[in-house]
């Protein structure tokens, strides 16, 4: 059980644009609530010519200071880059080659965690929400030729979220699929717990 407190808003800015600014609300306490994990392969014929606008998540543009940007902006980057390299360095002692970050794997991760912190529920798709092949593509990632996802909630730091991953059978498969060779990864706190996506794809 998360305990009452005042509500506030955290403002989160996405890394490929920081002019891009988006808005939800929290309560004060980041309590962790409990952990959880899912992982998801998709391929092409998943992918459709559709669009999508921050507006349709339900985020507001806040007007921020550039200070609240930056701040909230390197939290999330120094975690993102952590788990890269965590993800990496597993990747290396199993032979695969070292996943490339891109930006719009980051947004595409960006924009589903977001969603899953706003409705509290960990999933690969929530309700009215594209399967993972439409969010990479109406994100930028085009050309791919499969596309994976690791999501979880609850684990405080890079290391402990990457660990879990690992020692679940479907998660590490995705880690160590040798085929992948860009990812992108998000983390937000929401509904008073951390929540994490990796999006993987390849072209």
Not at 37 to 58: D, I, M, R, Y
Not at 67 to 89: F, P
Request: proline letters at 6%.
């Amino acid at each position: 059980m998360v305990p009452e407190a005042p509500a506030f808003r955290l403002y989160v800015p996405t890394l490929m644009d920081m002019r891009s600014r988006t808005r939800i609300s929290l309560p004060a306490s980041a309590t962790i609530i409990g952990t959880l994990l899912l992982s998801l392969v998709a391929f092409p014929a998943q992918a459709t010519a559709t669009t999508t606008s921050w507006a349709k998540v339900g985020i507001a543009a806040p007007d921020l200071t550039t200070v609240e940007v930056d701040a909230r902006a390197l939290w999330q980057l120094k975690r993102q880059r952590r788990v890269m390299r965590l993800t990496n360095l597993r990747r290396a002692a199993h032979g695969c080659p070292a996943l490339r970050n891109r930006a719009e794997l980051n947004l595409s991760a960006r924009r589903h965690n977001l969603r899953m912190a706003r409705a509290g529920t960990l999933s690969h798709q929530l309700p009215g929400e594209p399967r993972l092949g439409v969010r990479v593509t109406q994100a930028g990632y085009l050309g791919w030729t499969r596309v994976g996802e690791n999501v979880a909630r609850g684990y405080p730091k890079p290391r402990a979220v990457v660990r879990a991953w690992m020692r679940s059978p479907g998660h590490r498969a995705i880690i160590l699929d040798c085929s992948y060779r860009h990812i992108g990864v998000a983390v937000d706190v929401g509904n008073g717990t951390y929540w994490w996506t990796q999006n993987f794809g390849r072209k």
